[in-house]
Each structure stands twice: as C-alpha cells, then as structure tokens.
C-alpha cells in the first residue's frame, strides 16, 4: 500500500502513530493529526513528513481544548511558538469557561520539553 501511495496510485495514507517515525515519502505536501500525540517531540516527527527538501507543506492537527489543552502547552514551549488556530463554524470552544486547573509556567514547560528531548525523565521519583 505504500508503494501504491508514493506512486500516487493513492491520494491518502491513513498511518498510526508508528508513522510518525518510520516513513520516507518524498514530496508529501499534507500530514493530517486527528488528534495531538501524548509526547510533544512525536508531533515535530509527525509534521516533519511534510515540507522536506525545500518544498513547502501543511500541518493540520484537530484538537480539542478540554482534552489537549495541556499537549499544546507542552507543545508550544517545545516549539517556542504560538500555533495558529482556527475554529470549525459551529465547534467554536466556550471561551468564557475558565479553567482552574493549575498550570506549568513557560519556563517550566520549556524546562519539561528540553529534558525530554534529552532524553531525561519529566516524572517525578518518590
């Protein structure tokens, strides 16, 4: 099947996240997340398929903020940037809602993303 996908036999490739790390695809201009990846560091290898080789490429990444709100903090300090977002007519998030839970500060989240990419443990040992 994927032979047939880098022929363009096939338009779409719907992968798992074993993709993330383990596909060559020349000359893919789309990746589409249905959902954001538990590990920030898999998400850079996710949209990394995109775009190679000087060509230009789209990310799209669905999300929702009840349940990945924490992922894209995680994953904007590992970026160091502010995603763009983009709401769905009809999908809009209450923005009136204010969540009480407590928050990693930026640099603490800065912190937790440099130490994984290190290859250091974010949990904490009793």
């Known amino acids: 099947m994927l032979a047939e996908f880098k022929d363009r036999k096939l338009q779409a490739l719907i992968a798992t996240d074993v ?16 959902e954001l990846p538990f590990v920030a560091e898999d998400y850079v290898h ?9 060509n230009k490429g789209l990310a799209i990444t669905f999300f929702t903020n009840n349940k990945d709100a924490r992922a894209l903090e995680e994953l904007e300090a590992l970026l160091d940037t502010r ?44």
């Open 46 to 54: 996710r949209i990394g398929r995109t775009g190679r080789a000087g």
């Open 83 to 126: 995603l763009p977002r983009q709401w769905y007519p009809g999908f809009e998030p209450d923005l009136t809602r204010v969540d009480d839970s407590p928050r990693l500060s930026k640099a603490a989240l800065k912190q937790r993303a440099r130490k994984r990419a290190l290859g250091g443990s974010t949990r904490r040992r009793r």
């Open 19 to 34: 993709a993330a790390r383990g596909l060559n695809i020349d000359e893919l201009p789309v990746v589409i997340n249905m």
